[in-house]
């Protein structure tokens, strides 16, 4: 069993998604806020809150691209960690609020063993985000990994989820290698682009889409047919119950999905038992 949904060959494919997240590389950020006007932020702490790491969580975003997913667990993580330890302080030795902030100020690896994988394909996108994890402050407990989500450079049975943020769609096998990486009881999370169930909104959709991606991509990336291959890998992505079965099929359990923004996109999440 496999993701297959594409009819474009795999050399192909490899081919075309590499020549555009290379010549995207410099833009990708800018060009994510403009296209979805911002709300793929939004989508992407979603799925944080959806996967509400515990501190300790090894998580590997694949196709991680610039590290938007990996910055917001590292900041999800270290929220978490530090408001359980401020609490315990606070209990035993009996500080003021202000002096655990003092005590806080020089944290260095407040992560309570959480480390995040960034793995992508595109150097020049793990360049991208490096550089924004510098100019940022992210240091502990994230690493950059160059590699193929269909052959994953890591061992078995070694992460705690596995994340996949608008990567899927470009990958034709990736199941097998999901399901192998993750430790039993480990989880899959994948956010994509979906089915829009609302016809007022699939006509508006459809005419962004078509008439205005392709055109935004040419004026900010000079690249309109990078654009317009985007916009129809997003419309050859099977549905959201499709996808669940394919899922289903790889061998995960407990297989559920949660539609947002009336189904523009959408969370799978599933069990490796
Ligand atoms: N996850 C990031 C986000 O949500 O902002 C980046 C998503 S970007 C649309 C898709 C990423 O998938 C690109 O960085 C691209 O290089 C990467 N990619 C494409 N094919 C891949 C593959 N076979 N293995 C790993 N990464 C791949």
Redesign the pocket.
């Known amino acids: 069993t496999h993701f297959g949904f594409e009819t474009v060959s795999e050399e192909e494919k490899g081919g075309k998604?590499y020549q555009v997240?290379e010549s995207v590389a410099k833009k990708y950020d800018v060009m994510?806020d403009m296209m979805s006007l911002g709300i793929h932020r939004v989508w992407?702490d979603l799925l944080l809150w959806k996967m509400h790491p515990l501190p300790g969580t090894q998580l590997l975003d694949?196709?991680?691209?610039?590290g938007?997913?990996a910055f917001r667990f590292l900041n999800y993580v270290q929220s978490q960690h530090q408001r359980k330890q401020k609490r315990q302080l606070r209990a035993q030795q009996n500080l003021s609020w202000e002096e655990i902030a003092k005590e806080y100020q020089n944290e260095e690896d407040s992560l309570g063993g959480s480390r995040v994988v960034v793995?992508?394909?595109?150097k020049e996108?793990l360049k991208v985000g490096k550089q924004k994890a510098l100019a940022q402050g992210y240091r502990a407990g994230l690493a950059w990994v160059l590699?193929?989500?269909?052959e994953l450079p890591f061992d078995d049975d070694k992460f705690d989820i596995y994340t996949i943020?608008?990567?899927i769609r470009?990958?034709t096998h990736i199941d097998q290698e999901a399901h192998r990486v993750l430790k039993p009881g480990g989880r899959f999370l994948c956010l994509e682009f979906s089915q829009v169930n609302n016809p007022l909104i699939s006509r508006l959709y459809d005419l962004y889409s078509f008439q205005v991606i392709p055109v935004l991509g040419e004026v900010i990336a000079g690249d309109w047919k990078s654009y317009q291959y985007l916009v129809e890998s997003i419309r050859r992505f099977p549905s959201q119950e499709e996808f669940k079965d394919m899922i289903e099929d790889a061998g995960f359990h407990k297989v559920t999905y949660e539609s947002l923004t009336s189904g523009i996109v959408a969370i799978h999440s599933g069990f490796k038992l």
Do not use: H, L, P
């Not at 694949?62 to 610039?66: F, I, K, L, Q, Y």
């Not at 793995?119 to 595109?122: L, Q």
């Not at 590699?147 to 269909?150: F, I, N, P, T």
């Open positions: 998604v997240f994510n992407k694949v196709a991680g691209g610039t938007d997913i793995c992508d394909i595109n996108m590699g193929d989500a269909e943020a608008f990567g470009n990958v």
